[in-house]
């Protein structure tokens, strides 16, 4: 089964001055209230305005990037260069522009990455756990995705002729990334395998195998359109691309039979069948060998499921490159385009340190972000290139306490004027950092794998830190609520920006609003 928007339109329709006209987007797109209240929002901005056209949009989102997050990686940053670090920023945290974001799903106050990041791809809100379809759907029925489709921010670059690219630390399939591809009424849905037999029987397509065909899909929605596929796609999720079959087990395949498809199909195979002069690579030897100046296009796959953690990295079998390194090779490969780019960039495993309760992990990733950012900064021109930095939601990490000036950020609490720990009314240390819920106390040493808490039940309460070092990899903070995950919050989340068209970040704003301000830097439809 095709998946088919309520208006079908051609190319004489569809192309004209500063991009694709508003038709081409579905209707239901186009009569939401999320979108019509942004773009006139976007109009209530434009006599303020400076200098709007950019050739580049960059959108880098870290995944549970709350404020706390931001406050505590910027102190890990400059402690781990010397500083006390309160007084430093991270590479974002000096752009001109800057907003709170609401993250709240259609049904939900607290929200997931499916619903956020469909958000900012398109221009409207929707609900928890569904991807790139708007709040009509219903969750996990395969029949309700027809005419409940919207267009992406991708697509519609690809549409204009720009080059596309997608990179993240998690797997490529996974909600954040896959929310500027694909269409889906379960965002679980990342392969057949993990499809109920009614709906793969009915026709609908898994994440992966959208993400290889969303060329042909494209070209079939909009007649006459002639589009060329994401250009980078660089992440983990190699499992859900490959036949359940050891035969097609990779290098560093950790499972006894890797994939996970139960159809048959090798989708790294169709891609580099449909793309022979592109480069399909799964290690850091082949990251490395890439020739970015002449490529045009890549798929690297460099893990069976997400990425390694950057603290972890070091550990991985057949190596991975890091999320910077990514980044930049991504705007080498992108930039060969005279028409420009869209690159989206998630820092994923973020948040899944916060859900294992590591903030060691959390803020490590975090300050790999900021790394990443210098990268696209320094690889761009910033006259001609719109970056935004976000999060799709927050987590329950909190920083509490009276801890003094440059006192370590994964340390135990020293208040002003002390040298020893403070003391809680239980006569025991604590810490800086904390979570209200998730698995709870861990002392693991050495362990940079966030995820190794989960070999543990979840433990609520208090334990004497006194000989325990809480600056260590795998520490994990004690927790107020035992969970077998820590979960999202629900709080605002911030929105930096340089560029043509920042001047449109700033106030309190709907999660939506991301889409308006790209579309406002690079016009692909018109407002």
Same mark, same amino acid.
């Given at each position: ?51 709007? $056209? @950019?050739?580049?949009?960059? #959108?880098?989102?870290?995944? /549970? &990037? ?6 505590? *990686? %910027? +102190? ?73 489709? $919207? @267009?992406?921010?991708?697509? #519609?670059?690809?549409?204009? /002729? &720009? ?6 630390? *998690? %797997? +490529? ?355």
């Amino acid at each position: 089964m095709k998946l088919t928007f309520p208006r079908i339109i051609t190319l004489g329709a569809t192309l004209c001055a500063g991009g694709v006209a508003a038709d081409i987007l579905p209707e239901s797109q186009l009569a939401s209230s999320w979108f019509s209240d942004a773009q006139a929002a976007i109009a209530a901005k434009n006599a303020a305005a400076g200098s709007t $056209v @950019a050739k580049n949009i960059i #959108l880098f989102v870290g995944d /549970g &990037m709350g404020v706390s997050t931001l406050t505590a *990686a %910027r +102190i890990h940053d400059g402690q781990l260069r010397g500083q006390s670090g309160e007084e430093g920023l991270l590479s974002f945290e000096s752009f001109p522009y800057t907003a709170l974001v609401k993250t709240y799903n259609v049904d939900a106050q607290t929200p997931d990455s499916a619903g956020t990041m469909t958000a900012m791809m398109s221009g409207l809100k929707t609900d928890v756990g569904v991807i790139g379809v708007d709040e009509d759907v219903e969750y996990g029925d395969c029949a309700t995705v027809a005419g409940n489709e $919207v @267009a992406t921010y991708l697509e #519609l670059a690809e549409i204009n /002729g &720009m080059s596309t690219g997608i990179v993240s630390t *998690a %797997r +490529i399939t996974h909600a954040t990334p896959a929310a500027t591809y694909a269409k889906a009424p379960n965002r679980n849905w990342e392969d057949d395998s993990d499809m109920p037999q009614d709906a793969v029987a009915a026709g609908c397509e898994d994440i992966a195998s959208q993400l290889v065909n969303l060329e042909s899909n494209l070209e079939a929605l909009y007649p006459g359109v002639d589009v060329d596929g994401i250009d980078v796609v660089m992440g983990g999720g190699r499992r859900h691309f490959l036949p359940k079959d050891a035969a097609y087990n990779t290098a560093d395949a950790v499972s006894g039979v890797e994939g996970d498809r139960t159809d048959g199909r090798d989708l790294t195979a169709e891609w580099q069948a449909q793309y022979p002069q592109g480069a399909y690579v799964i290690d850091a030897a082949g990251f490395n060998a890439l020739d970015t100046a002449s490529l045009d296009k890549v798929l690297g796959l460099f893990n069976e499921s997400h990425m390694q953690y950057e603290a972890d990295r070091n550990n991985d079998i057949a190596g991975e490159p890091s999320l910077s390194e990514m980044t930049r090779a991504a705007i080498e490969v992108l930039d060969n385009n005279e028409q420009g780019f869209f690159l989206m960039v998630e820092s994923g495993r973020i948040d899944h340190a916060h859900h294992a309760g590591s903030a060691h992990g959390a803020l490590t990733d975090t300050v790999e972000l900021s790394r990443a950012v210098a990268a696209a900064r320094a690889a761009t021109n910033p006259e001609e290139t719109l970056i935004l930095v976000t999060a799709d939601h927050s987590h329950v990490m909190t920083l509490g306490g009276y801890p003094k000036r440059g006192n370590p950020i994964l340390g135990k609490v020293v208040n002003v004027g002390e040298t020893d720990a403070a003391l809680a009314a239980d006569g025991m240390p604590y810490t800086t950092l904390a979570y209200s819920n998730g698995p709870g106390f861990r002392d693991l040493g050495g362990e940079t794998d966030a995820d190794a808490a989960y070999a543990q039940p979840a433990f609520s309460g208090r334990v004497d830190l006194s000989a325990v070092d809480t600056e260590a990899p795998g520490f994990h903070q004690e927790t107020l609520v035992p969970l077998g995950s820590e979960t999202h919050a629900g709080e605002d989340v911030a929105l930096h920006a340089s560029g043509p068209a920042a001047q449109y970040v700033g106030g309190t704003v709907e999660q939506s609003m991301v889409f308006h301000i790209m579309n406002k830097a690079r016009r692909l439809i018109a407002q």
